[in-house]
C-alpha cells in the first residue's frame, strides 16, 4: 500500500491537498488531523487542536482535553500527554490513516511518535501532511522505508540497496541545527532527501563469496544437504 508524505512550509496547501485526496478515497478513513484557531488567545498564542479525522468538522469538540499546544511565529507551548493520549488511539482506525499534519508540537510526544513509525511500517496507506523542517522525529517519519514523499512538485520513489549505493550519482538536501542537552552546546546536521541521477561504477571493492572461494561455495553447499 502507498504511503505518501506532503511536505511543505506552511501555508503551500498541504491540508487543502489532502482534503480533496480523501474525499477520492473510496474506503472509510481514520487518524487525524489538527486544526489551528484563527483568535490568538491572552497570551498572544494560537491554540491548536487534535481531532479525529472521520469527524465531521460541525462536531468536532475544542477543550482542554484534545488542545495539543499553542503557539505563534516565535513562541509554542507543547501538550505531549495530549499527543500521547489521542495519537496512537486514531491510528488504530481502518483504511486509509490520515496524518494531517506532522510538525514540531509533537517533539517530545515519544508514544505519539513510536505510533507514527509503527504505521509507516504497517500495511494500511498513509497520507500525512509534514513540516520541512530539521527535526530528528520529521527526519525520522521522511526517511522510513517505502514512503514516497511529495515535495515541490516532485514525487520521491522508495529506493533499496540495490539501487542506492556507493559510487552512483545523485543530490541530497541537509539540513543544520542547533540543540541543547545537558550542558551541550552544537550544531547537528541531518539528512533530509536524496535523489539518484544516474549509475556509477560500486567504490565498495569487495567481492562476493562466489567470487573470492568459487567452486569451494558448491562443495560447502552439498556438504550441507
Not at 11 to 17: C, D
Amino acid at each position: 500500500m502507498d504511503k505518501i508524505l506532503i511536505c511543505g512550509p506552511r501555508g503551500v496547501g498541504k491540508s487543502t491537498l489532502i482534503r480533496r485526496l480523501t474525499a477520492l478515497y473510496p474506503g472509510p478513513v481514520s487518524g487525524f488531523v489538527t486544526k489551528r484557531e484563527t483568535v490568538a488567545d491572552g497570551e498572544g498564542l494560537f491554540p491548536i487542536y487534535i481531532h479525529p479525522a472521520a469527524c465531521p468538522e460541525a462536531r468536532r469538540q475544542y477543550g482542554p482535553e484534545n488542545l495539543i499546544g499553542r503557539c505563534d511565529s516565535r513562541r509554542s507551548v507543547r501538550c505531549p500527554p495530549v499527543f500521547d493520549d489521542w495519537g496512537p488511539r486514531l491510528l488504530e482506525g481502518p483504511g486509509l490513516l490520515l496524518m494531517d499534519e506532522l510538525g514540531f508540537l509533537e517533539r517530545d510526544a515519544r508514544r505519539f511518535q513510536k505510533a507514527v513509525l509503527a504505521a509507516l511500517q504497517g500495511d494500511q496507506p498513509v497520507l500525512a501532511a509534514v513540516k520541512n523542517r530539521n527535526d530528528p522525529f520529521l527526519q525520522a517519519v521522511r526517511g522510513a522505508p517505502g514512503v514516497r514523499v511529495l515535495e515541490n512538485g516532485l514525487i520521491s520513489e522508495a529506493l533499496d540497496g540495490e539501487d542506492f549505493y556507493s559510487g552512483c550519482y545523485g543530490c541530497v538536501t541537509v539540513g543544520f541545527f542547533p540543540y541543547s542537552s545537558n550542558g551541550n552546546l552544537g550544531v547537528a546536521a541531518g539528512l533530509n532527501n536524496l535523489i539518484k541521477t544516474r549509475d556509477g561504477e560500486k567504490l565498495a571493492g569487495g567481492h562476493s563469496a562466489e567470487e573470492d572461494f568459487g567452486d569451494l561455495v558448491d562443495q560447502a553447499k552439498s556438504y550441507l544437504e
